[in-house]
């Protein structure tokens, strides 16, 4: 399996937010492997946004571990904390 390319992250060009959208392909890739790696470049929160469940699960960092912020299912909004401009209602993402 390919997966798209990583980028290398350093201080000079860390991003606050990761939003990955999975899918079955990558799924344990994005799970696993990136979490991992976003979480070792202290990348403040990380977004997996899942199709299948239409759900979406927010991890913040804290003393440089994830930890689950939320999980917000069918319905309601999510915000983000490290960057709280960005929100979105669930519905407007999967319908």
Avoid at 54 to 77: C, N
């Amino acid at each position: 399996m390919i997966f798209p390319y990583i980028p290398k992250v350093s201080a000079s060009n860390t991003p606050q937010i990761v939003i990955e959208i999975l899918s079955q392909s990558s799924l344990l890739h994005d799970r696993i492997t990136k979490f991992q790696l976003y979480e070792s470049a202290a990348i403040a929160e990380y977004w997996l946004v899942d199709p299948e469940t239409d759900s979406i699960e927010v991890y913040s960092l804290v003393d440089g571990q994830y930890q689950i912020l939320t999980r917000v299912i069918d319905q309601g909004e999510v915000t983000s904390v490290a960057m709280p401009e960005i929100k979105f209602m669930i519905a407007d993402i999967f319908n």
